[in-house]
């Protein structure tokens, strides 16, 4: 890699040139798409384990390529994360996860939304005070809105991270810190930060019934959470037996394919109907 970096060497490499193109058409698309709907959200239920209901739900991208099909975001948010473009996609999000949380307030819905927002956001300046105006645009209560960040945000830039979570917590938006347990961080951020949601990583839920080891780090990322007065979240629960031992560990909320699969808006009405 040292090799290829070196003096102008990755502009005669065929292999890294044709990746850049690939890359580079594939950025302009996604441009194309948060211009002209080529974007969605679909909605990811998140179930209290106290009473079983469904207050929550994960906002999470789609791209429908008009070529490749269905890109999968984990593709292109790490490209999208490179350019300047996270900014527009993470705007685009941000504003039809409101406009739809709006929608079913209206209807009565009881309801909260969470974003994912990636480090570039957190530390811009000027997104703190973007995402208040948009709040007011949408006439949404800020205590519904959660934004998913994950540990790595707060190891690029601690202060600039610290001054937009600390605005937002101001107006009123909760945080939670995402994949939690797969950062290198030392967790002392949790004393200074204001956070209040830990989501467990699905790596360690998913082989929680036949790790032990996997077992012991969810257990004690549970413990840890509420000594702090923070809210549990394990993610990627995909059976009843897995929903069962989170139980009995005490955490506060689940997600995962054992409710159901991410759905369009329309979808998860229905989902949320059907369990009255
Ligand atoms: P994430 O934030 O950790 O989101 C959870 C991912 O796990 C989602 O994948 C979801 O579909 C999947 N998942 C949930 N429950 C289960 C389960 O029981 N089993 C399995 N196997 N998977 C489960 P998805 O939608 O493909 O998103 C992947 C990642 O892309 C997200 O991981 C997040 O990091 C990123 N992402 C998605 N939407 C956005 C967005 O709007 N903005 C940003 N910045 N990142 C996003
Ligand atoms: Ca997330
Ligand atoms: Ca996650
Ligand atoms: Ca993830």
């Given at each position: 890699r040292a090799k290829r970096k070196a003096a102008g060497y990755a502009l005669f490499d065929p292999e890294l040139d044709q990746k850049d193109k690939r890359h580079l058409t594939l950025m302009s698309d996604l441009v194309e798409a948060i211009?002209?709907?080529?974007?969605?959200?679909?909605?990811?239920?998140?179930?209290?384990?106290?009473?079983?209901?469904?207050?929550?739900?994960?906002?999470?991208?789609?791209?429908?390529?008009?070529?490749?099909?269905?890109?999968?975001?984990?593709?292109?948010i790490v490209s999208a994360e490179l350019n300047n473009l996270i900014h527009q996609l993470t705007r685009w999000v941000l504003r039809t996860a409101l406009a739809q949380l709006k929608v079913w307030l209206d209807q009565g819905i009881d309801m909260n939304i969470s974003v994912n927002v990636s480090a570039r956001n957190l530390v811009d300046h000027r997104f703190a005070d973007d995402l208040n105006a948009m709040l007011l645009d949408h006439d949404v209560?800020?205590?519904?809105?959660?934004?998913?960040?994950?540990?790595?945000?707060?190891?690029?830039?601690?202060?600039?991270?610290?001054?937009?979570?600390?605005?937002?917590?101001?107006?009123?938006?909760?945080?939670?810190?995402?994949?939690?347990?797969?950062?290198?961080?030392?967790?002392?951020?949790?004393?200074?930060?204001?956070?209040?949601?830990?989501?467990?990583?699905?790596?360690?839920?998913?082989?929680?019934?036949?790790?032990?080891?996997?077992?012991?780090?969810?257990?004690?990322?549970?413990?840890?959470?509420?000594?702090?007065?923070?809210?549990?979240?394990?993610e990627g629960v995909e059976d009843a037996a897995t929903l069962e031992a989170l139980k009995a560990m005490n955490c506060d909320q689940a997600q995962g394919f054992h409710y159901c699969r991410p759905l369009p808006a329309a979808d998860f009405e229905v989902w949320l109907r059907l369990r009255g």
């Amino acid at each position: 890699r040292a090799k290829r970096k070196a003096a102008g060497y990755a502009l005669f490499d065929p292999e890294l040139d044709q990746k850049d193109k690939r890359h580079l058409t594939l950025m302009s698309d996604l441009v194309e798409a948060i211009e002209r709907n080529g974007l969605s959200l679909h909605y990811h239920p998140r179930v209290d384990l106290s009473d079983d209901r469904c207050t929550h739900c994960e906002a999470l991208l789609r791209w429908q390529h008009p070529e490749h099909g269905m890109i999968p975001p984990d593709e292109f948010i790490v490209s999208a994360e490179l350019n300047n473009l996270i900014h527009q996609l993470t705007r685009w999000v941000l504003r039809t996860a409101l406009a739809q949380l709006k929608v079913w307030l209206d209807q009565g819905i009881d309801m909260n939304i969470s974003v994912n927002v990636s480090a570039r956001n957190l530390v811009d300046h000027r997104f703190a005070d973007d995402l208040n105006a948009m709040l007011l645009d949408h006439d949404v209560p800020a205590s519904r809105l959660e934004i998913e960040i994950t540990e790595s945000a707060l190891i690029v830039d601690p202060v600039r991270a610290l001054e937009s979570l600390e605005a937002m917590r101001a107006y009123g938006v909760s945080i939670a810190v995402d994949d939690f347990g797969t950062g290198y961080s030392s967790m002392s951020y949790l004393k200074r930060l204001p956070v209040h949601v830990l989501k467990i990583d699905k790596s360690f839920v998913q082989d929680l019934l036949r790790d032990e080891s996997d077992a012991t780090l969810v257990r004690s990322v549970i413990d840890l959470s509420h000594s702090f007065g923070l809210q549990a979240v394990a993610e990627g629960v995909e059976d009843a037996a897995t929903l069962e031992a989170l139980k009995a560990m005490n955490c506060d909320q689940a997600q995962g394919f054992h409710y159901c699969r991410p759905l369009p808006a329309a979808d998860f009405e229905v989902w949320l109907r059907l369990r009255g």
